[in-house]
C-alpha cells in the first residue's frame, strides 16, 4: 500500500542570509533532486510531498500526518547540523529514513568518526587535529599530509593546495583553513593513489551492536545490505592542479562533467575487501538505510585500501552523484534507488 511520505531537504535557494566563504552551502541540494525524489515516490505509488528542514517543520508536519518522512536534510548551523531534523522527527514521534541523530552528529565530525573507526581496528590515515596553526606537529605524522576541515563535505576546504609537503605549506594551509571555516582543521597523511568510494543499501539483522563482529559472525554482518558497485573517481580526466584528489571544484564547477569509472576495475577480492569495511564502517557508526563510504588505495603499500570518511546523507542528485551512479551500474535508476531507501526504512520501522 502506497505511504504519505514528507521529502524534508534543504534547498540551496533556500538557505539562510550568511556572509561566511561563499561555499558554505555547497552541501546543500537543488530542486531537481527534491523534485526527482518526489517523482521516483510517486513512481513507487506513495503520496510525496516536499517540506523545508527547518523550524517550520514543527507545525507543517503534525499538519501533514506523514506516515515517514525521506529526509536529506544537511542542516544549516552548529557542529552536529545533519542531526537537528531528525531530532526533531524524534521529538514528534515520526520514522524516518536513513540514518539517526548519533550517527548523523558523529560521521559530520570526521575526527570523531577516525576515532571510532581507529577503536575498531579499521584502517584510517593517521591523524591530528589542529585548534591552532602554531601547534606542533605529532611526530609520527611524516610529510605530504592532506589538510582538510574537521566538519565540512562536498570537498569544501580541498583543493589541490590540501595536500602539503613541508612545515611552511602546512602551516600556511592551517591558517587559511582555520580563518575561512572557524572550525578545528583535520591534518592526516596523504594517501597517494586510486580512489573508491562504495554505496550501500538496506541494514543489518538485529541486534546490531556497534562493535566489529569476531571472524565466525562475519558472514551475519554483511546479510541484508546490497554493496553498490566502487565508483572511481578517474583523476586522468583533470588538470594537475587539483593534485589528484576529490575537489571542491570538481564537486561543484566541474560536477556536471565528472569522470569516473563504475564499477571500477578492481579485482574481485578487492572489491569484497571493500565491502567487508564498508560493512563495518557501517556497523560501528550504527549507519541505518543507506550510505556511502569513501577510500583510498595506497598505493604505496599494494593498494591497502584507507578510510577516509562515511557519508550517511550521500548526494541524490539524478544522474550526477556517486550513489547514482553506482546504482546505474547496478542496474538501478533514480526511481529504484529512492524507493530501495524507502523501503529498507519502511521495514526497519515496521511500516
Ligand atoms: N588523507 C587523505 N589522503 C589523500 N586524499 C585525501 C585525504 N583526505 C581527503 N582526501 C581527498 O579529499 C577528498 C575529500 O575528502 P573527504 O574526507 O572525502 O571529504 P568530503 O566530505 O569533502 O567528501 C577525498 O575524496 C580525497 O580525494
Ligand atoms: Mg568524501
Redesign the pocket.
Known sequence: MGLNVAVLANLKRNAPRYDGPADAWD?LDSDVTVDALIAALQAGGHRAAFLEGNLSLVEALPRLKPDICFNICEGHWGDSRESHVPALLEMLRLPYTGSGVLTLALTLD?PMTKRVLAFHGLPT?A?QVFERADEPLDDDLRFP??V??SR???????SGQ??VRDERALREQLAAQLARYQQPI?V??????R?V?VGVIGNLPPPVARRMPDDETARRVLGGLRFLPPLE?DFRAYPETEG?????RM?TEWAHDFRYLCPAPLAAEQVAQLDRLTAAVFRVTGCRDVARV?F?LDADDGDRP?I??V?PLPGLYPGLSDLVLEAAAAGIDHAGLINAILDAARRRCGL
Open positions: 552541501d570526521k590515515p591523524f599530509l592532506f582538510k576541515p565540512e563535505g562536498t570537498g569544501m576546504g580541498v590540501s595536500i583535520l592526516e597523511r596523504f594517501i597517494r593513489g580512489e568510494t573517481v589528484g584528489v576529490y575537489t571542491n564537486k569513501d583510498r584507507y577516509l570518511e557519508n
